[in-house]
């Protein structure tokens, strides 16, 4: 028997993370362009576009389970043109086509995004991820159908498209030019109140995925109009998300995303331009509140990105993998989701002792029946999580005041931090600035109080490398080192605002961006516009959209 060709490796030449780590597989695999499509016409095959992002647990899974497969990669080979494209590199292409997955699973999104599209790029058939065995049979018969019942494939493709074309058209409404700037706001405010969920916080239903968007934008109108539903949309959604086991209450910072609608059980990545946004998000929130909460789920954020995702090249990494070997795998060196932030009652009392650790898992939601298994390989464990009762009402029930009861859970939420950094970690994202939709420029700084004293790294960028200046000052001083510019002029003017005993906000220069904390000694300084983060760029906000 012949041996099989051994296939280019395409991928190899690409600067994406995600592609980078399929580039030895045994699947043939192309980068999304024109070679893909016009091999694809030349020998009369469909394609099987698979797309997926690095850190994504099921991605990594369906890899080793298919793509480093010698039998399924030889069925793709011969029967398929293979394209692998990242959703963070290409988000066009994620969103065209899971338009099309949507319609094919009846709403079940995610990744990783398979699709088996015809040699012009209509897709006929899709999912998400597929076992084995599954993908196997599915390969097989789309081989098949495609030799010997291509017209249905090909109907499905042309039902398909056209399904899109009207979503797209119905999206983009046609009258949009007849309205104002405000009824086109107002129609967004309504369009986003109607899809939150009321019970949980967010918008539509399972798997949910921090809106910071959405809730940037109800911000900004809230600020305007001050609409109460606007705020109680927003108030919600915050809470919620913040009792969840989305957030990491041990470690602070947000999981990618929940697979529940109630925030509970999250898919345990750990993204940076999430986080970047999510901790804008709540110091705004709570610079208009004057929430604790939200004062203190921003602090924790701003402080697990600096300890855990900035780099000793003065980058920061993009992201943190769902995926870590547990304690008890130290010899196999399986991995498993969430192993690094899962818990169970005897590691929590092992840290903190019979009696504070048995009050601990009850106020944290973790018992001997956990909240997460894996359906793949049964393993298991407890998200840390509020979602059973609030803490005021666990303060009475305790006799104690809920200022009291705070700083136990403040002082034990540490120890087990530093009992957990005992386990393998999850691996790091390398630094890339193409990633970091929270950056643009050659030279951010990044502000916050952080472990007792401040912590001003300005981080500048040469070619492909990355040198960190320790030797930026404290204080209000620091922000005066970016120009103030005005923004008459199409320029940006920066404003802090007040977070406690500190004040966050952004400034941008010509040569870059900072997002910045300082001491709130100085009143005067919270009046000029607010910069926020948005997809690569900073805008201004001056309170109206």
């Excluded at 040699?119 to 597929?130: A, L, M, Q, S």
């Excluded at 056209?162 to 979503?167: K, L, Q, W």
């Excluded at 369009?191 to 009321?198: K, M």
């Excluded at 793949?376 to 609030?390: D, F, Q």
């Amino acid at each position: 028997m012949p041996l099989e060709p051994i296939p280019r490796r395409r991928l190899a030449q690409e600067t994406s993370p995600y592609l980078l780590q399929h580039a030895d597989n045994p699947v043939d695999w192309f980068p999304w362009g024109e070679e893909a499509f016009e091999k694809a016409r030349r020998e009369d095959k469909p394609i099987f576009l698979s797309v997926g992002y690095a850190t994504c647990h099921w991605c990594h899974v369906m890899a080793r389970e298919s793509f480093e497969d010698p039998e399924i990669a030889a069925i793709l080979n011969e029967n398929f043109v293979n394209v692998k494209v990242d959703r963070q590199q290409r988000p066009d292409v994620d969103e065209l086509y899971m338009r099309a997955v949507l319609i094919f699973t009846n709403g079940h999104g995610g990744w990783p995004m398979s699709v088996f599209l015809t040699p012009d790029g209509k897709p006929f058939y899709g999912g998400i991820y597929f076992p084995r065995e599954a993908f196997k049979r599915v390969l097989l018969e789309i081989a098949r159908m495609w030799r010997e019942e291509r017209e249905k494939l090909l109907r499905v493709a042309g039902e398909v498209a056209r399904a899109i074309e009207g979503e797209v058209q119905f999206t983009l409404r046609t009258d949009w030019e007849q309205l104002s700037n405000e009824q086109m706001l107002v129609v967004a405010e309504s369009a986003l109140l109607q899809r939150l969920d009321r019970t949980h916080g967010g918008f539509d239903g399972a798997p949910k995925f921090p809106p910071h968007h959405a809730l940037e934008f109800l911000l900004r109108r809230y600020e305007v109009t001050r609409k109460s539903p606007l705020w109680e949309a927003i108030e919600l959604t915050l809470h919620q998300m913040a009792r969840g086991g989305i957030y990491d209450h041990i470690g602070g910072g947000f999981h990618r995303y929940s697979v529940d609608a109630r925030w509970l059980i999250p898919h345990f990545e750990k993204m940076l331009y999430d986080n970047a946004q999510l901790a804008q998000t709540y110091a705004w929130a709570f610079a208009l509140s004057g929430n604790p909460l939200f004062q203190k789920v921003a602090q924790e954020t701003y402080a697990f990105v600096l300890r855990e995702l900035a780099s000793p090249e003065g980058a920061f990494y993009s992201a943190l993998d769902a995926e870590s070997i547990p304690p008890e795998n130290l010899d196999t060196k399986v991995k498993e989701e969430g192993a690094f932030y899962l818990w169970r009652p005897e590691e929590v009392k092992a840290v903190l002792g019979e009696r504070d650790g048995e009050l601990f898992c009850k106020v944290y939601g973790i018992s001997d029946e956990p909240n997460f298994v894996n359906p793949h390989t049964g393993y298991r464990g407890c998200v840390p999580n509020l979602l059973r009762a609030p803490l005021e009402n666990w303060a009475k029930a305790l006799g104690m005041s809920e200022e009291e009861l705070q700083a136990k859970l403040r002082k034990w939420r540490e120890c087990l931090r530093q009992a957990r950094l005992q386990r393998p970690r999850p691996p790091l994202r390398r630094p890339d600035f193409d990633q970091l939709e929270c950056l643009d420029g050659a030279e951010f700084r990044l502000r916050v109080p952080f472990s007792g004293r401040y912590q001003l790294p300005t981080r500048r960028r040469t070619g492909s490398k990355f040198s960190l200046d320790k030797n930026a000052k404290s204080g209000w001083d620091a922000l005066a080192q970016l120009p103030q510019r005005d923004s008459e002029g199409g320029r940006d003017v920066g404003r802090l605002r007040k977070l406690g005993g500190c004040s966050y906000g952004v400034a941008r220069s010509d040569g870059g961006i900072g997002m910045a904390a300082a001491g709130a000694r100085d009143s005067g300084h919270d009046g000029a516009p607010l910069l926020r983060f948005s997809r690569g760029r900073i805008l201004v906000h001056d309170g109206a959209l």
